[in-house]
């Protein structure tokens, strides 16, 4: 793995955001934000399905191989359908906002743009991050998409959440409902889809090129996502 994406997850999973999260206030201030992150999550999913997948009419068959036809295929469905706390199918984006509800951080932000996606209604450091996973997963290659969504996400999520789960635990901040999530993602990120995709993602770097314009879209996401724990941190109590 390439050195500068070696530092960024190490920077990542030790951030000092981690130990602010002590109060049920900065929990609240933290998921009101996080959740743009876990919103963008699954437009690069939905990127990656179009890029990688048929979602069109007429159906032709993928180019790609099918070992990542079927990854891909998998991810949307435990992303999408996924089963929630009390066994209902629910997309995990609902299961956080979900969890939101239950730990009182108000939903006006995401609500708010979800209503007309306009960028310029968020502050300024968050617009940006927004703006760049949406232009990814709207107009990247396949290399791309698919680098931001597995190097810049799914690979780094289960040492996030686990630093989380950590301090939640430490602090005595007990919610059920954002455990599941949190622990949901550690457990299919670092078990299954992320070792799954690191070798689906062998075959679309079949040359220097793609492997280099991967490594470049590995850094920028996970740059991006150390620009948004900033962000939050400097939000918080």
Request: aromatic share 10%; glycine share 2%.
């Amino acid at each position: 793995m390439n050195e500068q994406i070696k530092k960024l997850n190490n920077e990542l999973s030790v951030n000092s955001i981690y130990k602010k999260l002590n109060s049920k206030e900065n929990l609240q201030i933290f998921m009101s934000y996080h959740v743009f992150a876990v919103w963008d999550f699954m437009s690069l999913l939905k990127g990656l399905q179009n890029k990688i997948t048929c979602t069109s009419v007429p159906w032709v068959d993928s180019k790609y191989d099918a070992k990542l036809v079927r990854l891909v295929n998998e991810i949307v469905v435990a992303e999408e359908s996924d089963l929630d706390l009390n066994e209902n199918p629910a997309s995990h984006f609902r299961m956080y906002l979900d969890a939101m509800n239950e730990v009182g951080s108000g939903q006006s932000i995401i609500s708010n743009f979800l209503s007309d996606m306009n960028l310029k209604s968020l502050p300024e450091e968050l617009a940006n991050i927004v703006q760049y996973h949406l232009e990814i997963a709207q107009n990247g290659t396949d290399v791309e998409i698919a680098s931001s969504f597995f190097f810049g996400r799914e690979n780094i999520i289960p040492n996030l959440f686990t630093a989380i789960t950590e301090q939640l635990k430490l602090n005595k901040l007990d919610y059920p409902k954002l455990f599941y999530y949190l622990n949901r993602h550690i457990e299919l990120d670092g078990d299954e889809h992320g070792p799954m995709a690191l070798e689906c993602m062998k075959q679309l770097l079949d040359s220097p090129e793609k492997k280099q314009l991967s490594e470049q879209t590995a850094i920028e996401s996970l740059q991006k996502r150390k620009e948004l724990w900033d962000f939050i941190e400097s939000k918080l109590l």
